[in-house]
């Protein structure tokens, strides 16, 4: 049941009883609401008056959000902030824009979400970048390895009004996307049950000559070829069984990941390498976007940008207090119920992965696809702005303190 106990002990078959008579997205968008445990009774309460909320006038538009593996448990875990955008969009709009919220891979998973908004079968979708990049190649430019130094930096850019110019308009117009917001980790090697019984992992070279899981990134694959990772393209709902199995040691993803797919129990170690980024973005397909009217336009962006200091605040949070992403660890979190240990290396020892496979140390490496991504962006150099505006802030500032700003504003 994975995060059950924060819901109380409502099976899946009541949730979707209670979804059957007030429909999934007013159960999803009550139940995501609560935050402690929760009775079946309370639920269903909950559904009744959000859906009543909700239905109370005919909406102007409904917008399908296909939001892949997610639903209210698991993004209590991963705090991607696709429901808090939902509820807030349909509330400042005065219920004008209703949002039908379809998770748990019903609708579109993490490698195809990107595709049906472009193809107009959702509106919204929600899913990483990294595995939304096979269909929409520009957001590649997320993935320079080393290229941002902490959580906080990634926040930074995000609110920066030069992402709008950098990563927003070159990624509408390849591909009829507008990136709304994101959540934020770096990407480490989460090591399988094989690794149980040795020694926490201290060492880079200790990770040489692994088979790892790559996600839809053609950059992510670059850092992981230097880095002697072996990379090995396996979907992500697959990447349980792979693990379970034996078939690899380990998987590039980010803690959050880790727990709220479920993979806590089949992973030994997360090793914090923060060698690329791990954005858990949502979008809206500009022709959805562009079909509203100004003031509705609007709403969206500001429900957005809330949505974006909700998961910048929410997500920080809950890997220390849920995830178990620290040491110590709290005793109750996931990754303590599970015995996943922290493998946080010293700095020169990703100081030294830095040095073997980013592009300000090894440029070669990286040339095809920079030539690629700035033509794309116009003609910029894309790692190098994206790396300097990362650096505006000290690197070790708390990505909690990031000022937020409306990037769209300048």
Same mark, same amino acid.
């Given at each position: %049941?994975?995060? /059950?106990?924060?819901? =109380?002990?409502? *099976?899946?078959?009541? !949730?979707? &009883?209670? @979804?059957?008579?007030?429909?999934?997205?007013?159960?999803? %968008?009550?139940? /995501?609401?609560?935050? =402690?445990?929760? *009775?079946?009774?309370? !639920?269903? &309460?909950? @559904?009744?008056?959000?859906?009543?909320?909700?239905?109370?006038?005919?909406?102007?538009?409904?917008?399908?959000?296909?939001?892949?593996?997610?639903?209210?448990?698991?993004?209590?875990?991963?705090?991607?902030?696709?429901?808090?955008?939902?509820?807030?969009?349909?509330?400042?709009?005065?219920?004008?824009?209703?949002?039908?919220?379809?998770?748990?891979?019903?609708?579109?998973?993490?490698?195809?979400?990107?595709?049906?908004?472009?193809?107009?079968?959702?509106?919204?979708?929600?899913?990483?970048?990294?595995?939304?990049?096979?269909?929409?190649?520009?957001?590649?430019?997320?993935?320079?390895?080393?290229?941002?130094?902490?959580?906080?930096?990634?926040?930074?850019?995000?609110?920066?009004?030069?992402?709008?110019?950098?990563?927003?308009?070159?990624?509408?117009?390849?591909?009829?996307?507008?990136?709304?917001?994101?959540?934020?980790?770096?990407?480490?090697?989460?090591?399988?049950?094989?690794?149980?019984?040795?020694?926490?992992?201290?060492?880079?070279?200790?990770?040489?000559?692994?088979?790892?899981?790559?996600?839809?990134?053609?950059?992510?694959?670059?850092?992981?070829?230097?880095?002697?990772?072996?990379?090995?393209?396996?979907?992500?709902?697959?990447?349980?069984?792979?693990?379970?199995?034996?078939?690899?040691?380990?998987?590039?993803?980010?803690?959050?990941?880790?727990?709220?797919?479920?993979?806590?129990?089949?992973?030994?170690?997360?090793?914090?390498?923060?060698?690329?980024?791990?954005?858990?973005?949502?979008?809206?397909?500009?022709?959805?976007?562009?079909?509203?009217?100004?003031?509705?336009?609007?709403?969206?962006?500001?429900?957005?940008?809330?949505?974006?200091?909700?998961?910048?605040?929410?997500?920080?949070?809950?890997?220390?207090?849920?995830?178990?992403?620290?040491?110590?660890?709290?005793?109750?979190?996931?990754?303590?119920?599970?015995?996943?240990?922290?493998?946080?290396?010293?700095?020169?020892?990703?100081?030294?992965?830095?040095?073997?496979?980013?592009?300000?140390?090894?440029?070669?490496?990286?040339?095809?696809?920079?030539?690629?991504?700035?033509?794309?962006?116009?003609?910029?150099?894309?790692?190098?702005?994206?790396?300097?505006?990362?650096?505006?802030?000290?690197?070790?500032?708390?990505?909690?303190?990031?000022?937020?700003?409306?990037?769209?504003?300048?």
């Amino acid at each position: %049941m994975g995060i /059950g106990d924060k819901l =109380g002990q409502i *099976s899946r078959r009541d !949730l979707f &009883k209670v @979804a059957g008579q007030y429909g999934m997205s007013s159960t999803l %968008m009550a139940a /995501g609401a609560f935050g =402690g445990a929760m *009775s079946l009774g309370s !639920l269903a &309460k909950a @559904a009744e008056s959000t859906y009543e909320r909700r239905f109370s006038k005919p909406a102007k538009h409904t917008l399908k959000f296909g939001a892949a593996g997610f639903n209210a448990r698991n993004l209590l875990i991963e705090r991607a902030g696709a429901l808090e955008f939902a509820r807030d969009l349909e509330s400042r709009t005065d219920g004008e824009i209703r949002i039908e919220f379809i998770g748990d891979n019903q609708i579109c998973g993490q490698l195809s979400c990107v595709e049906k908004a472009q193809l107009g079968i959702v509106d919204i979708y929600a899913a990483s970048t990294q595995n939304s990049a096979g269909g929409a190649p520009y957001l590649n430019v997320l993935d320079y390895a080393f290229m941002f130094p902490s959580r906080a930096s990634q926040y930074h850019f995000l609110y920066s009004p030069e992402s709008q110019r950098i990563l927003r308009d070159p990624f509408e117009e390849r591909h009829g996307l507008k990136f709304l917001f994101s959540h934020c980790e770096l990407r480490g090697i989460q090591l399988g049950l094989g690794w149980e019984d040795k020694p926490t992992v201290t060492k880079l070279e200790e990770l040489f000559g692994t088979k790892n899981r790559v996600t839809g990134t053609q950059l992510g694959r670059i850092a992981m070829q230097a880095l002697n990772l072996n990379p090995v393209p396996i979907a992500w709902e697959e990447t349980l069984d792979g693990l379970k199995q034996g078939l690899i040691d380990g998987a590039e993803t980010w803690a959050s990941a880790v727990a709220y797919a479920n993979m806590s129990p089949v992973v030994s170690q997360c090793v914090d390498l923060r060698f690329f980024c791990g954005t858990e973005h949502t979008a809206i397909a500009s022709k959805s976007f562009n079909a509203l009217s100004e003031d509705l336009q609007d709403a969206v962006m500001e429900s957005a940008y809330w949505a974006q200091t909700h998961v910048q605040a929410a997500n920080e949070a809950a890997l220390v207090n849920t995830v178990g992403f620290s040491d110590p660890q709290l005793p109750d979190t996931i990754f303590a119920q599970n015995n996943v240990r922290m493998a946080f290396l010293a700095d020169s020892e990703v100081r030294m992965a830095e040095e073997m496979c980013s592009p300000e140390f090894q440029p070669q490496l990286w040339e095809q696809w920079r030539e690629r991504l700035n033509n794309w962006a116009g003609g910029i150099d894309t790692y190098q702005e994206i790396y300097d505006i990362a650096r505006e802030i000290p690197t070790d500032m708390k990505a909690e303190n990031v000022e937020p700003r409306r990037w769209w504003k300048a």
